[in-house]
């Protein structure tokens, strides 16, 4: 329960900070009052699990009318104080303030009649045909007509005003709410940023994390083998148990966010080296490390891109995790369900690696039945090796971010490949999705959870017009099927027919 309290703070804390900076300046209904109505569903969880404990079951209408009613008044709070004059919209410069990062302040000053005739000669008629430019306190709002396609029109506008202004403005291709295209042109943060492609940040802080996780995730290993270490040798235990855990969990999370970084560098876009995050292992959370991250410093420029980015993360990863969960399972043990197992251990489950349970999901079902063979049965749980512990920790790692909802890798994914707003749809019954889910796998509460408190709309590429090829979108609905066949539980008829 403390472990649920502290993730509540830390959840709480993260969302105030972000309404703080998004809402400031759209609407004068309190920040702590819109706080306090989208973090009701979880305060509601909260309080039902204080008084009736973790195993009472919420009333559906309860968590239901909670997630469906707290949206909804959030909303109308921000109509009812909503500023006169807003800021620009996502139709605008609200989109192209979040993809630079929040960096940029500064105010596009008006321009003169002669840089305005200028600007006017960098639309060819026979590839955009401008029609009017509007001037907003963050971008300069030029539209007109698409006369050709959208990547001709990008590249060619683009290319033209940078001979014209050099590298005062970059140029962003967006759809408006009308579903027409529009060139936003937002003051460069980071004029003549050529010089210095690639930003890797602090390597000596990246190695040090890197040397720290190490350290917290193979004690981690020792610790959930189970063995006590002052009933063995502590170095034997290590070598055994802890540093193949931590090798293995740390290749699954490193080279996913390398497949990012190098992605990204491919698309000559300033990123950091991969960073580890080392947690202590306690009983509220055993395994050494919530995970590694990359961050980058520079805009997208163009769907494909995004796309390319996104993918290349959870993909390589789970190519790491297969074989390593495949030599886990193989050196796990089956055991029977007692009810005193379950008194000690709680109930089985895909997150309880204790007693796992791996009929609650397709993937990892079949994974079972690959490597241990006729050696399980379905009314078995699991004790897993800590090899396995790193290679089910990897599909859950991999599941989650392919959950096609705002920033995460799979929001990335169905952005480029649907476009900004209705990726942002796709997220919106994604999170219902997955807590209408929870009901069946009481384990994806969490993340139902979690999900809504992820902003549902992805940060806009340069180009986010032009549209991804037939290649890549096969490879998208690929990885969204992958997501499918990790968060679905084994059919019964499937586990009767291989067990």
């Known amino acids: 329960m403390i472990f649920w309290l502290l993730l509540l703070g830390v959840l709480g804390f993260f969302t105030y900070f972000l309404m703080q900076r998004s809402v400031v300046n759209v609407t004068r209904t309190p920040v702590w009052l819109l706080w306090l109505v989208i973090m009701m569903p979880a305060l509601i969880w909260t309080v039902w699990v204080l008084i009736n404990g973790p195993e009472a079951q919420i ?180 070598f055994t148990l802890g540093i193949p855990y931590a090798l293995s969990l740390m290749s699954i999370l490193g080279l996913h966010e390398l497949a990012h970084y190098w992605m990204a560098r491919r698309y000559r876009i300033r990123t950091t080296y991969p960073y580890f995050i080392p947690v202590p292992p306690t009983m509220f959370f055993p395994f050494g490390t919530v995970g590694a991250f990359v961050q980058m410093r520079s805009p997208v420029p163009h769907r494909k891109a995004l796309f390319d980015i996104g993918i290349s993360g959870p993909l390589v990863g789970f190519v790491a995790t297969i074989p390593i969960l495949l030599w886990g399972l193989a050196h796990s043990q089956a055991i029977a369900v007692t009810p005193t197992l379950t008194e000690e251990l709680g109930n089985p489950g895909i997150l309880n690696f204790r007693l796992f349970n791996p009929m609650a999901s397709l993937l990892i079902g079949l994974m079972t039945k690959l490597a241990m063979g006729n050696s399980y049965a379905p009314e078995q749980a699991l004790q897993l090796h800590p090899v396995a512990v790193a290679g089910c920790i990897g599909v859950v790692v991999t599941a989650l971010n392919l959950m096609p909802v705002g920033q995460l890798d799979g929001g990335h994914i169905v952005h480029a490949m649907f476009g900004q707003r209705t990726g942002a749809l796709i997220g919106q019954v994604a999170r219902l999705l997955v807590l209408a889910l929870s009901f069946v796998q009481q384990e994806l509460l969490l993340w139902a959870i979690l999900l809504f408190f992820i902003p549902a709309v992805d940060e806009p590429a340069l180009n986010d017009v032009s549209e991804l090829d037939n290649r890549r979108d096969l490879l998208g609905l690929a990885a969204l099927a992958l997501l499918v066949i990790i968060v679905l539980p084994l059919p019964a008829t499937i586990s009767r027919f291989l067990f």
């Open 59 to 238: 009333p559906a209408l309860l968590l239901f009318g909670s997630f469906i009613v707290c949206p909804l008044l959030y909303l109308l709070l921000v109509q009812w104080g909503r500023i006169a004059t807003p800021r620009p919209t996502p139709d605008a410069a609200a989109s192209t303030e979040d993809l630079l990062g929040r960096e940029s302040k500064s105010v596009v000053k008006p321009i003169n009649r002669q840089d305005e005739a200028t600007l006017h000669n960098c639309f060819p008629w026979s590839v955009y045909y401008l029609q009017n430019v509007e001037y907003r306190p963050q971008a300069l709002i030029c539209r007109g007509q698409l006369r050709s396609s959208p990547e001709v029109a990008y590249n060619t506008i683009r290319d033209n005003i940078a001979a014209k202004f050099g590298d005062r403005f970059l140029v962003v291709f967006q759809e408006g709410l009308n579903g027409k295209p529009f060139f936003a042109l937002v003051p460069n943060p980071r004029p003549q940023s050529n010089q210095a492609q690639f930003d890797p940040g602090l390597p000596g802080l990246a190695l040090g994390l890197l040397v720290a996780t190490l350290c917290t995730t193979a004690l981690a290993g020792v610790l959930m083998s189970g063995i006590s270490p002052a009933d063995a040798d502590l170095t034997m235990l290590l």
